[in-house]
């Protein structure tokens, strides 16, 4: 699969999230700026809140993008698709539906 599409800034990735992901410290930094509680289990953390992040502007900008967190710099371009295979998810369930972005297949 690749990834097509452009950003169109709506910030809804920035608004909700319900991810299974590898357990990186990319994740764990990216939990922490968001406020989320995590779980853990085996490999893998599941975020437990959906909310807003904090760092949200109310026009849609990080108010911390110089120190953004790695992950929210690289999303949606690192959504993990080996870890979809693994999991059975279809990585397009992870993106918000208005996202901009689309996995397809090659
Ligand atoms: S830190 Fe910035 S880019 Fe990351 S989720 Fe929050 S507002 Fe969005
Ligand atoms: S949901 Fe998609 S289109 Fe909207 S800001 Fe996030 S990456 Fe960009």
Redo the contacts with the bound molecule.
């Keep these: 699969m690749k990834i097509v599409g ?9 608004r909700t999230n319900d991810q299974w992901l590898d357990n990186t410290d990319e994740m764990a930094e990216f939990a922490a700026a968001r406020g989320w509680k995590v779980r853990q289990r085996g490999k893998l953390i599941q975020a437990e809140a959906i909310d807003v992040c904090p760092h949200l502007t109310k026009d ?1 900008k990080c108010g911390i993008y110089e120190n953004r967190p790695r992950y929210c710099a690289g ?2 371009h690192n959504i993990d698709l080996e870890n979809c295979k693994k999991l059975g998810l279809d990585p397009n369930k992870l ?2 539906g ?4 689309r996995f397809v297949d090659e």
């Design positions: 452009e950003c169109k800034q709506c910030g809804e990735c920035c849609n999303y949606p993106l918000p208005c996202c901009g972005y």
